[in-house]
C-alpha cells in the first residue's frame, strides 16, 4: 500500500509541475505576442483560466495544503486537542461530500447545456476537476477523522 500511496504521490506531483509549467509558457508566450506582435490567441484567457482552476484544486487535495482555520485548536490541551481534530475532521467530511455532489450536479447540468469552453472543448469537461477535487479531499478527510478515532499515527 505504501509504494500505491507513493507512486500516486509521484504522480500528482509530475501533474502539478506540467500544468504549472504549461501555464507559465504558455502566459509568458500570450504576453510576448501581444507586446511585440500585436497578435494573440483569442481562446488561451479562457484555457488559462481553466487551468489555473485545475492548479488550484490539485494543490487543495494535498495533504495539508488546504486552507484551516484552527483558532480554538489554538486553546485546546491535552486529550481534547485528539476529539477536536476529529471533530474538524468529520465536519469536513460532510462540506466536501456535499461539495462533492454538488458538482456532480453543476457538470451533469453543463452537459445538458453543451456550452464550449474555448475551441471545440464543452465547459463540463474543465469541470471535471470540481468533482474529483472535492471527491479526493473528502476521502483524505475521512482517512484523518478514521486515523484520529482509531488513534492511528497521524
Same mark, same amino acid.
Given at each position: 500500500?505504501?509504494?500505491? +500511496?507513493?507512486?500516486?504521490? #509521484?504522480? *500528482? ?7 504549472? &509549467? ?5 502566459? +509568458? ?5 501581444? $507586446? ?8 488561451? *484567457?479562457?484555457?488559462?483560466?481553466? =487551468?489555473?482552476?485545475?492548479? #488550484?484544486?490539485?494543490? &487543495?487535495?494535498? /495533504? %495539508? /495544503?488546504?486552507?484551516?482555520? @484552527? ?5 485546546? =490541551? ?9 471533530? +474538524?475532521? %468529520? ?7 456535499? #461539495? ?9 447540468? *453543463?452537459? *445538458? @447545456? $453543451? ?5 471545440? +472543448?464543452p465547459i463540463w469537461m474543465c469541470q471535471l476537476i470540481l468533482p474529483f477535487g472535492f471527491g479526493v479531499m473528502t476521502l483524505r478527510f475521512a482517512e484523518r477523522a478514521r486515523r484520529v478515532i482509531f488513534k492511528v499515527a497521524?
Open positions: 500500500m505504501s509504494r500505491l +500511496v507513493k507512486g500516486y504521490a #509521484a504522480l *500528482e506531483d509530475g501533474v502539478l509541475m506540467l500544468i504549472f &509549467a504549461s501555464t507559465l509558457g504558455l502566459a +509568458v508566450m500570450q504576453i510576448l505576442l501581444r $507586446n511585440f506582435f500585436d497578435i494573440g490567441l483569442i481562446w488561451l *484567457e479562457s484555457y488559462l483560466r481553466m =487551468q489555473v482552476l485545475w492548479l #488550484a484544486m490539485l494543490v &487543495a487535495t494535498r /495533504e %495539508g /495544503e488546504h486552507i484551516r482555520i @484552527d483558532l480554538l485548536a489554538r486553546f485546546i =490541551q491535552g486529550k481534547l486537542i485528539r476529539y477536536f481534530d476529529g471533530a +474538524v475532521a %468529520g465536519f469536513s467530511v460532510l462540506v466536501c461530500g456535499a #461539495a462533492t455532489y454538488a458538482c456532480i450536479t453543476l457538470v451533469q447540468f *453543463e452537459m *445538458e @447545456d $453543451n456550452l464550449m469552453a474555448f475551441g471545440p +472543448v497521524l
